[in-house]
């Protein structure tokens, strides 16, 4: 079963195998390393031409060095193997490759081939004189579409892998709070120390604060404050000059009835006081 974006893509490229290359370059490189032809070839494609993936090349020995051929655009089929032949065949020939509207001429001048692209007048006249190539040869791509695929798949995963390892750092390194279960003594909880605290009433004490801290209890006491009885006659001891000594530590307020007030302690009625005891 085919399906109908197959049909189309296989109709588009056999249009593209019909269609003439946009334009083509022939040189000639004294050399016996075809390496270095291909590396000639290579290097005019990336300085000459933009539209790197739809380049081919080729290259032919012939005599002492190496015929290279360039096609931009175009199904990638030679005119290399026919131009060899018919320069070897007729040495004072002059081939002619089409370039788009102008043409390609090729011809030994000192039995080195010569590669000239015609101006438009010259072309007719190499056309009407010369002999044509024949596309008869295969080409490589400048771009080979595997290593392309591949270098920008690498790319990608490269990529990725990178973003995924920064991103996820945090991730994998944070730290993640949890409440740790410990075994706890039942002697240990606080309601069991209010026993060893049940006696402290009778010594005057109250606890203060209780504190659980590094595995052990710190119980903070402190003195109940001692009540003053209201209506309770106070002793002034001498109470001469109206008043009271600093020792006796209270202050009379009047000769008469009235109150009297000791530092730090609640205000005392002293009825029928007058300068002194009753």
Known sequence: MTLPWSRKKETIEKETR??????????????????AAIAVAKGYIFKRIDALSICYYAVARFDTGYLWEIHEGGAGVSYLPSVVRLLAEN???KVWVPCGERVFEILLRGNKPLCLLLPAAQGEYAVKNGIQAEEKGKMSRYENRGLVLFSVGLTVFLASAALCAATGAGVWNARIPSIVDRPL???????????????????GLYVDKLEYRAGKWSIITKKFPEP??????????DT?????????????RGSGPGTLSVPGQVEVNTPG????ME
Do not use: C, M
């Not at 003053?228 to 001891?237: D, K, M, R």
């Not at 006081?273 to 002194?276: H, K, N, Q």
């Open 18 to 35: 019909k269609r003439a290359p946009l334009s083509v370059a022939y040189g000639f490189v004294e050399t016996d390393d075809r390496k």
């Open 185 to 203: 003594k039942l002697q240990s909880a606080p309601h069991f120390q209010w026993k060893s605290l049940s006696g402290l009433a009778e010594q």
């Open 273 to 276: 006081i007058v300068g002194g």
């Open 240 to 252: 001469s000059n109206n008043g009271a000594t600093e020792d006796d530590g209270v202050e009379a």
């Open 91 to 93: 040495p004072g020939s």
């Open 228 to 237: 003053v009885a209201e209506n309770e006659p106070v002793s002034l001891g």
